[in-house]
């Protein structure tokens, strides 16, 4: 898979490179069941119209750049996790555009002539609410329009659990009341966040989302192995501890796996 970061000072030499591609769009921060069915969808066009699969997200978060960072939105996963699993799922082109101030203020119109037309793709598949352009005016109504009728568009509607649509915003408020038991449901697997434990404590790595304070069965992994464990994440100070012994064949890089929340945890545990 090819990863190419994007933005207004190289867009023309990717212009001159590019190839036909259907590409799927959205931000897709934590690859949930709703934004695997869009990258599907967009697999399965792409094998269709014999072309390259392409991806394309913004960096930073839209909503951070809009708000003037006065909105910091807490991401699910890095650009490492997110790449990997877009190669697993047969993707050919991650672009990563830069979401500054300037590529906010595009026209939908141009968007769609700088972004898509200009970087070859022949159909574009996106959840239902995707916006594009200035204020978010552009949607996939228009967007064949937006194209000069070059580019065919698939709309997938919202994927739902429950009756509630599977968002990155609805596993972000889980993980912050500390439901982690439900995400499966609707990442497809448990929560996973990449840390250090150097033998005395935790640094969780940046780009992930801690759940809220209290305590959880997790299971600590790395290439050496794996333990089944329980883990408190306090309110201030250290921010998750565990709390039995840790092999040692788990220090330096590992794995948090979130299984579920156990309840009952003595308030002074959480503040001390």
Known sequence: MEIIHLNHSNLAE???KARPN???????D??????????DTAYQKAKEKQAGLAVMSFFPHPRTVISGGKMQVQYLMPLADKQEKLRKMGVDTFYIVEFDQEFAALPPKEFVGQYLNGLGVVHAVAGFDFSYGSRGAGNLDRLKQDSDGQIDVTKVEKVEWRGEKISSTCIRERLLSGKVEE???LLGQFYETQCKWNEEGFTLSPYYTLPAPGRYAVILKNRSG????EVIVMHKGVDIYCTGKIPSFLKGKISIIWQRQIQGVPKKQLIS
């Open 30 to 39: 934590g690859l949930h069941h709703g934004h695997c069915k869009v990258i």
């Open 183 to 185: 995400l499966p449901d």
């Open 226 to 229: 794996s333990v089944k464990t």
């Open 22 to 28: 259907v590409m799927a769009l959205g931000c897709f």
């Open 14 to 16: 990717w212009q001159g």
